[in-house]
C-alpha cells in the first residue's frame, strides 16, 4: 500500500462484497443494501434480504443461499450461517482482520488508515465565548470543551475550520466602566502579587463593582455612562482606547484559563460583538427593504407563525430596540453575513447552550429569509445541557453563588495528583512528573465527563467520580494507554509485529474488530457533531484490551515468540489508537502513571 493513505475497514470491505453479491444472485433487485451491522452472533449480520425478499415475492432464506454462493471464496469470508428468516451471520478470517490491522500500523501518515476527505468544505465553529470584564465560571465550560473536539475532529476528517470565539465586548455596561476609568484613570491597575490571569481578573471585578455600585447610587453619573455609550457606539476615539483596556485586561485573564484547560485560542480568532458593530445598520436596513423584518411599536421585528408567547400572540425577534439599539439577533445575522459572505463557510458551527435554542431558530430562519443561508450552506446549533452539581441541580457553591471556573479546574487538578501520587512510588515517577501528570489527568477527567455526555443532556460535576482508576472515565483511558507503554519497555527484543498467519483468540478478535472501526466512528463523529460518541468508542476500547489482558498473556515465556509479536503488535496499535482519539477530545495520554 502506499507509504500514507486510507485503508477500507473490514464492513466497508464486507459491505461491497454483499453488495455485489446481491446484485450478481438477483439482478432483478437493483441496487439493494446488505443492512450489514456487527452482531452477537457472528462478527457480522445482513438483514437486507429479508426486505428484498417481500419485494421479489420470493423465499428469503432460499434468496440468502443464492447470495451466498454469489460471494467470493477464502480472503475476507471465513464463515457464513443463514439464521432465521435469511439473515447473514458471518464471521470473518482471522488473517483479514490482521492484515487489515497492519496496513492501518503500516500508515506513515499516522492517521491509522483513516481517510481525509480533501474536498470537505469550510465551517466557521463559534465556540468558547467568554465575556469582557467578567469571571469565567462553569457555565463557560461545555461550549469551551465541546467545541475545542469538534475543532480537532472535524480538522482530522479534512475540514477547514475557522475558528471563532463571539466574545461579549460591547454593549451598555461598557459604558459605565469606560466613563468610572474617565474619572478614575489610576483604576486599571493590578494588584501585586497575583500572576497575570489573576491579576487582570481581580482588577476587572474590583472595577465592575466600583463602576456599578456609583452608577446605581449616583443619577448623573448612570447619565454620563449612557452618554458614554452613544459615545462608544459611535466611534469616540478616547472611548475606544479606553474600551480597548478593557479588552486586552481581560484577553490576558481568558489566555489563563484556557491555558489551564490546555487549550490555545488565539487573538485572530476573537472577534466578539464590537467585530460586527460596522455592518449592524446596513444588516437592519436590507431586511426592512426586503421586507423581512418589519416596524413594530417603534422596533424592527421578524415574526414567525410558529413562536408564540404563553399568551398565543407571536413572539418576534427583535433587529432593533424602539430607543435606536441593537440586539443580540443584529449581530449574530452580522456575523452570519460575515462568516458566509467574507470566510466563505459552508457550515456555521455554533455550540452554544440549548437554552439559547429559540432564539437561534429564529436567528437562523431570519438568514434564510433574507437569502445568506441559501443553497449549499447550513447553520447548526450543538446545543448542550447544563452542568449539574451532585444534588442534581445547576452547579453552585455552598454559599448559592456562580463556580468560579478557575476554580473548579484547581480543585480537579488537586484530587488528580493525590490519585497519581498515591501510585507514584509503584511506578517510579519523579516530583515533576506527578505535578505534570496530574494536571493531564485532572483536566482531562474534567474534559472527559463533559464529552462523554450526550451534549444536548445535562451531566452531573462528580469530582470523585470523575478521577476514579474504574468506570467510565479518563483516568481509566490514561492508565490503559500507560499500561500499553509499560508493556512496550519490558518487551526486550521482542518487537511489535502482525502475524496473519496465527489464528487468533476471542479476546484477540474483538480487540482487533474494535480497532478496526476508528474511522467509521470518526466518520459519523464528525457527521453528526457527536463527540459522546468518541468517548464511548475509546471506553469500549480500553474495555476490550482489559478483556485482553485477563485472557491472553502478552510476554509470557510459555508464548511463542511469532505469538508475543502479534500481541505487541495488537496492543501497540491500541494505544496509538487510544493515544490519536484521546487527542481528538483534547485529552493528554501520559506515558507513564
Request: proline share 4%; glycine share 8%.
Amino acid at each position: 500500500m502506499p507509504e500514507h493513505g486510507s485503508v477500507p475497514s473490514l464492513a466497508s470491505t464486507l459491505q461491497q462484497q454483499l453488495a455485489d453479491a446481491l446484485t450478481a444472485a438477483l439482478p432483478d433487485a437493483g441496487a439493494a443494501d446488505p443492512l450489514l451491522r456487527r452482531s452477537d452472533r457472528a462478527d457480522f449480520q445482513a438483514n437486507g434480504i429479508l426486505a428484498l425478499a417481500k419485494k421479489l415475492k420470493g423465499n428469503p432464506r432460499d434468496l440468502a443461499a443464492q447470495v451466498t454462493a454469489a460471494l467470493p471464496a477464502g480472503g475476507l469470508i471465513k464463515d457464513i450461517e443463514v439464521s432465521g428468516p435469511g439473515f447473514l451471520n458471518i464471521t470473518l478470517t482471522d488473517r483479514a482482520i490482521v492484515e487489515t490491522l497492519a496496513a492501518r500500523a503500516a500508515d506513515a501518515g499516522g492517521r491509522l488508515g483513516v481517510p481525509s476527505n480533501d474536498d470537505a468544505g469550510t465551517t466557521v465553529i463559534d465556540y468558547a465565548q467568554p465575556n469582557v470584564a467578567k469571571e469565567m465560571h462553569v457555565g463557560h465550560l461545555r461550549s469551551a470543551v465541546i467545541g475545542d473536539a469538534m475543532v480537532k475532529i472535524l480538522e482530522f476528517t479534512g475540514e477547514n475550520v475557522v475558528r471563532r470565539h463571539h466574545i461579549g465586548d460591547w454593549g451598555t455596561q461598557f459604558g459605565m466602566l469606560i466613563q468610572y476609568l474617565i474619572e478614575h484613570p489610576g483604576a486599571l491597575r493590578h494588584e501585586g502579587g497575583a500572576t497575570d490571569g489573576e491579576a487582570a481578573i481581580s482588577t476587572l471585578n474590583r472595577v465592575y463593582k466600583e463602576s456599578r455600585a456609583l452608577f446605581d447610587s449616583d443619577e448623573e453619573f448612570k447619565a454620563r455612562s449612557r452618554d458614554r455609550v452613544v459615545a462608544l457606539q459611535a466611534g469616540d476615539p478616547e472611548t475606544l482606547q479606553l474600551w480597548q483596556g478593557f479588552v486586552d485586561e481581560s484577553k490576558i485573564y481568558f489566555h489563563s484559563v484556557f491555558d489551564k484547560l490546555d487549550m490555545e485560542i488565539s487573538d485572530p480568532d476573537i472577534v466578539g460583538e464590537s467585530g460586527y458593530n460596522d455592518m449592524l445598520e446596513e444588516t437592519c436596513r436590507i431586511l426592512e427593504e426586503t421586507g423581512v423584518a418589519v416596524r413594530s411599536e417603534g422596533a424592527l421585528c421578524v415574526f414567525f407563525d410558529d413562536v408564540k408567547g404563553p399568551d398565543g400572540n407571536k413572539v418576534p425577534l427583535i433587529v432593533k430596540k424602539t430607543n435606536g439599539g441593537y440586539g443580540y439577533a443584529a449581530t449574530d445575522l452580522s456575523a452570519i453575513r460575515n462568516r458566509v459572505r467574507d470566510l466563505k463557510a459552508d457550515t456555521l458551527l455554533y455550540v452554544v447552550d440549548a437554552r439559547q435554542s429559540l432564539h437561534f431558530k429564529m436567528v437562523f430562519e431570519t438568514a434564510r429569509r433574507a437569502g445568506w443561508l441559501g443553497d449549499g450552506v447550513k447553520a447548526v446549533q450543538l446545543a448542550f445541557g447544563t452542568v449539574l452539581g451532585k444534588d442534581g441541580k445547576p452547579f453552585k457553591t455552598r454559599e448559592g453563588t456562580t463556580v468560579r471556573l478557575e476554580d473548579l479546574l484547581d480543585e480537579a487538578v488537586d484530587r488528580a495528583t493525590a490519585v497519581v501520587r498515591d501510585k507514584a512510588e509503584k511506578v517510579g515517577l519523579s516530583e515533576e512528573e506527578i505535578v505534570e501528570n496530574g494536571r493531564y489527568v485532572g483536566i482531562g477527567a474534567v474534559k472527559y465527563a463533559d464529552l462523554s455526555t450526550s451534549a444536548v443532556r445535562d451531566y452531573k460535576f462528580d469530582l470523585d467520580q470523575m478521577v476514579a482508576l474504574h468506570g467510565d472515565t479518563s483516568v481509566y483511558l490514561q492508565y490503559a494507554y500507560a499500561r500499553i507503554q509499560s508493556i512496550l519497555r519490558k518487551a526486550g527484543d521482542a518487537v511489535p509485529a502482525a502475524h496473519p498467519e496465527l489464528e487468533l483468540a476471542p479476546a484477540e478478535r474483538a480487540l482487533g474488530l474494535h480497532l478496526d472501526q476508528f474511522g467509521e466512528v470518526l466518520s459519523e463523529v464528525a457527521a453528526g457533531y457527536e463527540p459522546h460518541k468518541l468517548a464511548a468508542y475509546l471506553y469500549q476500547l480500553a474495555s476490550h484490551l482489559t478483556t485482553f489482558y485477563d485472557q491472553c498473556q502478552v510476554l509470557s515465556p510459555d508464548n511463542a515468540p511469532e505469538v508475543v509479536e502479534n500481541r505487541l503488535f495488537l496492543v501497540e496499535l491500541t494505544a496509538r489508537t487510544l493515544h490519536r482519539g484521546m487527542a481528538l477530545l483534547g485529552i493528554r495520554t501520559p506515558e507513564r502513571l
